[in-house]
């Protein structure tokens, strides 16, 4: 089945302490993205990459970190999480990026609170 | 950069009526405008999209229209369903970065 898998869907954390979100998706697709859903701010994005090893910044990037060394693979980095990051996370594929690529397709999203 | 502004952001509809949600653009390079569906608890899901060489394009009760010299698209559902309930996100993309708008809240009074 072709999806987006994320993990992990609930974490409660503390501020500071280093968190990895793992996103993977199984469709061989070249564009990936990190999603942050906020009420009333809708979907931002923090960081996109457009193949193996090329990452670019989204429009809210501070605090976050990513890395792209395998195509399937693309987690989510926060090194020192303050309540502000507290928020549904959603990472998504397309096949490629814009209008090529048409669909992305979302994980389930991960729900994180940082106390 | 591109930014995304979307109206209403709460919108409800008698069941059976139609409901249209606008959305404005800025960045003239953005050349594909998809709409997501975004039900209770879930993941947002691609309803329909347009491509910046067509100007309207309908699938079933959905349709969108796209004005490019004004910057302006819209979605348009029509005999509205008790299912059509959810948060509905337009977007602008060109060939690396896709921006959201903020979500119109939809509601479908029985």
């Known amino acids: 089945e072709a999806q987006v898998t994320q993990n992990p869907r609930y974490l409660i954390t503390v501020t500071g302490k280093k968190l990895t979100v793992t996103c993977s998706q199984n469709m061989n697709h070249e564009y990936m993205s990190w999603y942050r859903q906020d009420p009333g701010l809708g979907l931002r994005q923090i960081y996109y990459?457009?193949?193996?090893?090329?990452?670019d910044k989204g429009d809210v990037p501070e605090g976050y970190k990513v890395s792209r060394k395998e195509k399937r693979n693309f987690p989510l980095i926060l090194e020192s999480p303050s309540p502000n990051q507290t928020s549904l996370y959603f990472c998504a594929s397309s096949l490629r990026a814009g209008v090529v690529g048409g669909e992305l397709f979302f994980g389930e999203g991960s729900r994180l609170t940082v106390l | 950069g591109e930014n995304v502004e979307q109206h209403p952001s709460t919108l409800s509809v008698q069941e059976g009526d139609s409901a249209v949600i606008k959305c404005t653009y800025s960045?003239?390079?953005?050349?594909?405008f998809p709409w997501y569906k975004q039900e209770l608890g879930k993941r947002p899901q691609l309803i329909i999209d347009?491509?910046?060489?067509?100007g309207e394009k309908k699938d079933q009760r959905i349709a969108v229209t796209l004005n490019k010299t004004a910057k302006h698209f819209s979605l348009h559902i029509t005999e509205t369903q008790p299912e059509d309930s959810a948060v509905y996100f337009c977007a602008a993309s060109r060939d690396d970065k896709i921006i959201f708008g903020k979500g119109t809240r939809l509601h479908i009074l029985p």
């Open positions: 960045d003239s390079a953005s050349n594909y």
């Open positions: 347009i491509r910046s060489n067509v």
């Open positions: 990459s457009m193949n193996v090893e090329v990452t």
